[in-house]
């Protein structure tokens, strides 16, 4: 008896990374199904992602964009319609600023008073050394841009960037806990690139 019911713990707590797991699987290939620009000469980049996301939940990831690239980015969920259009999402970069840093120390002085005697004194020095801040800034924000889906740009330099995404939560839907049921959803985050269009002469 006691084996059945250490059985059916383990069982029990097995449940929810199964349904994880499936939840991963049925999302392995979202990306696949998201529209792609293809017509503009567009084609799939590598680092395009799919997963399973907890409605109502953010994600973030961090991509490289290479210069003189154009790139197009874009969410879609086949398996929640619902969702189209509402998705929110953030292109940011972290951008290291140089500021000069103030410091006062107390270092010796010394004199001779009116006796001759040498004295010493603490006094104060203001010490300026350069350090660099690393501060977000965010390059594309789609809710000021009529929650467009898509975002397409060309890149000046090669840099990382941070894409944010929000997963909306269904209205008059009920969280549960964990990925399970209806409470998760397939969500792809399609990259396209091309060569930009690089102006002015070239040899």
Known sequence: MKRINFLTIIFLM???????????????????????????????????????????????????????????????SPSNPEFLGKFQFKISEDINKGVWEETTIYVDSTYEDENYDTQTVKVPKVQRKRVYEVTEKVRYDNTDDEMSQDFVFTSNKTRKLKVKVYVPKAEGEEMSSGLSGSSYACVGLLIEHQPGVISGFSR
């Open 14 to 76: 097995a449940m929810p990374l199964t349904d994880f797991a499936q939840s991963h699987r049925e999302c392995y290939n979202t990306v696949s199904y998201c529209e792609t620009d293809r017509k503009e000469g567009f084609t799939k980049n590598m680092q395009s992602l799919s997963g399973a996301f907890e409605q109502g939940d953010t994600s973030e990831v961090q991509i490289i964009v290479y210069k003189n690239m154009e790139y197009r980015i874009s969410i879609c």
